[in-house]
């Protein structure tokens, strides 16, 4: 079992930032990454961003270059920086325990937190 407590949502105006914390516990060798999917309302869950144990990331074309995923693997923590913030991004943000792939894809397992809001103004 894993246990994943995401941090740091909020309100926010366009062009802003915010910084998202994914704090995991239990056992955390069932999975080689974190990923962070997000859910806008009225939309489907989606892909955010991902980080292996290694370091490997992987971002979704639409946060690339305005988010940075990181991770302190002491703390078992991965946060999001997200930058340059759109409306668009308004979402729930959930992190994930699954397999980051040598080519990219993610593959989440089942194990999610409980979700932190982003909300983004114009």
């Known amino acids: 079992q894993v246990q994943l407590v995401e941090s740091g949502g909020g309100l926010v105006q366009a062009g802003g930032s915010l910084r998202l914390s994914c704090a995991a516990s ?10 962070w999917y997000r859910q806008g309302p009225g939309k489907q869950r989606e892909f955010v961003a991902a980080i292996s144990r290694g370091g490997n990331t992987n971002y979704a074309a639409s946060v690339k270059g305005r988010f940075t995923i990181s991770r302190d693997n002491a703390k078992n923590t991965v946060y999001l920086q997200m ?3 759109e409306p668009e991004d308004t979402a729930v943000y959930y992190c994930n325990a699954g397999v980051l792939y040598s080519g990219g894809d993610y593959l989440a397992y089942g194990y999610w937190g409980q979700g932190t809001q982003v909300t983004v103004s114009s």
């Open 83 to 85: 930058n340059s913030l």
């Open 26 to 35: 239990g056992s955390t060798s069932s999975h080689n990454a974190i990923g």
